[in-house]
C-alpha cells in the first residue's frame, strides 16, 4: 500500500501562482511513477501530468503545457505541482496518485491521495 497525502491548495487570484505537494509513505516512493490529476465541480477527474520514478522525465496536458511544472525529491518522498498563471478553469480539487506503471493513463494508477482544493478567482 502506498499512502498520499495533498497539501498547499487554497483561494488564490487569476494569475497567482500554487505548489502542491504530495507526500508519500508506506512502499519504496521511487518505484513509482506519480501524476496529477484534478476533478471540477460537474466534471470528470482529468489528468494533469505525470512524472517518471526518477523524475527525468515529464508530460502534461495541453491545457497547463507551459504553466505547470511537476517535480520529485525521492529523498523526501514527496511529489510537487508548481501552477503558475493560475486561471478561474484551472479551479477544481487535485489528486495525486501514484502508479508501477508509466502512468500516461488514469486507468494505470492504483494508488489516490484524498485532494485539495485550488480555487481561482478572476
Known amino acids: 500500500q502506498v499512502q498520499l497525502v495533498e497539501s498547499g491548495g487554497g483561494l488564490v487570484q487569476a494569475g497567482d501562482s500554487l505548489r502542491l505537494s504530495c507526500a508519500a509513505s508506506g512502499r519504496t516512493f521511487s518505484n513509482y511513477a506519480m501524476g496529477w490529476f484534478r476533478q471540477a465541480p460537474g466534471k470528470e477527474r482529468e489528468f494533469v501530468g505525470r512524472i517518471s520514478r526518477s523524475g527525468s522525465v515529464t508530460y502534461y496536458a495541453d491545457s497547463v503545457k507551459g504553466r505547470f511544472t511537476i517535480s520529485r525529491d525521492n529523498a523526501k518522498n514527496t511529489v510537487y505541482l508548481q501552477m503558475n498563471t493560475l486561471k478561474p478553469e484551472d479551479t477544481a480539487v487535485y489528486y495525486c496518485?501514484?502508479?508501477?506503471?508509466?502512468?500516461?493513463?488514469?486507468?494505470?494508477?492504483?494508488?489516490w491521495g484524498q485532494g485539495t482544493q485550488v480555487t481561482v478567482s478572476s
Open positions: 496518485a501514484a502508479t508501477i506503471k508509466l502512468g500516461y493513463s488514469r486507468n494505470e494508477y492504483d494508488y
